[in-house]
């Protein structure tokens, strides 16, 4: 019984390293061992030990109220269906799953939105992007700086680190790789830092926002509230998609005003916080 159950949650654990970045500093080595206990759990005390022990993530059967006032988004305000992803300049699994977004975006039209919430799991290399992003929306530019974040610092790994008390956003020199891509955007280089600075806030907001319907890796989206994780191949998306976008357009013809969907059935009706597991 123990190596069928360390069988299992091995392969758990390889589906998901394989799609997603972990939030947990201490990354995988921390996942092992704590998955080392809960066998040994599962040896003395059975199956319901176990389950207890595991870490709660959200529902992908339930609806989670997660706000988007003030991130930048792709797609009209009054979109029938809103897909949030919440990932991380530096995680390579977000960057997969880039040409997915593009692809969703182009299938659904003005049907879809799509919002951008930083949730970063690798604060030292990728805070000054997420950061970065946040500044270039406010001058009209999201989509061309997550572009030049992915391309020019992702994929040749030039990040602006932050080395703890060394926090290039807080200097007068500013974060000089992505004060490159600010000038290539043609930004105002003193709104551009300053408004950097302002971003900190929105950033600590979606990571607590987050955290609180219990996300914890990137990607991470919730598509009218409804969870999914991972790096998923178009058609997952598809599929969910479709589902929600039937729902809106039945409530639309029943009265709901488009404008007011996401308002009135997923942050008045879905959950604001992670229910905690059942003993």
Known sequence: MKTAFVTTATALIAVLAATSCQSDTKNLEKKIDDLGKKIDALSRNGAGAQ??????????????????????????ADAKVTL???????????????????????????????VYKQFVVHPQVATA?????????????????????????FKAHNFDKDEGSTKCWDSPDGCPVVLADA?????????????MKDCQHLMQTDMHELTAVGVGSTPSFFINGRFM?????PENFSAL????????NDRIAQGTPQAQYYQQWVLDKGQKTLEAPKQ
Do not use: H
């Open 84 to 114: 949030i992803k919440a990932y991380d300049y530096a995680c390579p699994f977000c960057e997969r799953v880039r040409g997915t977004m593009e692809e969703l975006r182009k299938k659904y039209g003005n049907d879809l939105r799509i």
């Open 51 to 76: 389950q207890r022990q595991q870490r709660p993530g959200p529902d992908p059967s339930k609806v989670y109220a997660v706000p988007v006032d003030g991130d930048p988004a792709d797609g009209p």
């Open 129 to 153: 992007g997420a950061l970065a992003f946040c500044a270039a929306a406010k001058q009209g530019k999201a989509v061309q700086m997550d572009n030049l974040l992915w391309d020019k610092g």
């Open 183 to 195: 000038k290539e955007l043609n930004l105002d280089e003193t709104k551009f830092k300053a408004d």
């Open 241 to 248: 998609i479709d589902e929600e976008l039937k729902k809106a």
């Open 229 to 233: 994780v991972g790096a998923m191949p």
